[in-house]
């Protein structure tokens, strides 16, 4: 097997959350291995975003350990940057008001490695020409396309470890969702490992190493991207 099976570097053991009385996430465990591509599927209301929140540090858990290479994930968001995970958040969430570039630094606003953070400048802008192009525009002026691709972008200007998005492909022509998925497979391939949360099912599970399927806050299937591509009652029974 490649050097992607054993090397666990996201563990999560009996995971719950939720807000005020609800629970959104009831005792979930799984894993993902370094250098993988996983995927996290669901329905509207599974609890993926959620899931990811408490990832990323933004959503208190109310029961559960997580563990990411090797020890307790931190509790504040900026300790988790710090620890090598980012995340793409839903809904992209760039500044508006702040050029690409402004938007780009505050991707890496915690490192102070300043001839690396050049050098992944320099990688993103290859990556994503276009965001080259239109470094000083404003943030809100970018298509929809451009956004995805300057989310990811700040993501990836922290360097992580592992790179968490949340639904990347929402609201985009399908020509720009081939081009973010390439985009994530060559991220992968440079060696990041990646939590994908996607409604677009099909296209996630083409693209991941292994997948996860949520249903109002618990998991209910696994297994390889293959073996789910190939299960036909998946579609019906989850993913509307
Ligand atoms: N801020 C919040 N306050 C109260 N309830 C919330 C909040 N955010 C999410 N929920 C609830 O938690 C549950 C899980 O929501 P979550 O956003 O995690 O689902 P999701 O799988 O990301 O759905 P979608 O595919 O629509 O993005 C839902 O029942 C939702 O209504
Ligand atoms: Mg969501």
Redesign the pocket.
């Known amino acids: 097997m490649s050097e992607k099976s054993g090397n666990v570097i996201l563990k999560v053991d009996h995971l719950s959350a939720a807000?005020?009385g609800?629970r959104?996430?009831d005792d979930i465990s799984f894993y993902v291995n370094a250098g993988e591509i996983v995927a996290m599927l669901?329905?509207?209301?599974?609890?993926?975003?959620?899931?990811l929140?408490c990832l990323s540090g933004e959503h208190k858990r109310s029961a559960g350990e997580i563990s990411f290479d090797g020890q307790p994930l931190p509790g504040h968001c900026h300790q988790i940057v710090e620890k090598g995970i980012s995340i793409v958040p839903?809904g992209r969430q760039i500044f508006y008001k702040l050029t690409v570039l402004e938007n780009l630094k505050i991707g890496c606003c915690q490192r102070n490695d300043k001839e690396e953070i050049q050098k992944d400048l320099e990688m993103v802008y290859k990556m994503f020409p276009r965001l080259e192009e239109r470094k000083n525009q404003f943030g809100g002026l970018l298509s929809g396309g451009e956004q995805q691709m300057l989310a990811i972008a700040r993501g990836l200007m922290a360097r992580p470890k592992m790179l968490m998005l949340?639904?990347p492909s929402l609201g985009l022509a399908p020509i720009i969702v081939n081009q973010i998925m390439d985009t994530l497979r060559s991220i992968s391939e440079s060696g990041t490992t990646i939590l994908l949360?996607e409604?677009n099912a099909k296209k996630a599970l083409e693209l991941c190493d292994r997948a996860y399927v949520?249903n109002?806050?618990h998991i209910v299937m696994e297994g390889t991207g293959k073996e789910l591509l190939a299960d036909e009652n998946l579609m019906q029974a989850y993913l509307g």
């Open positions: 807000y005020g609800i959104a996430i669901g329905a509207n209301g599974a609890g993926k975003s959620t899931l929140k839903e949340d639904e949360v409604q949520m109002v806050g």
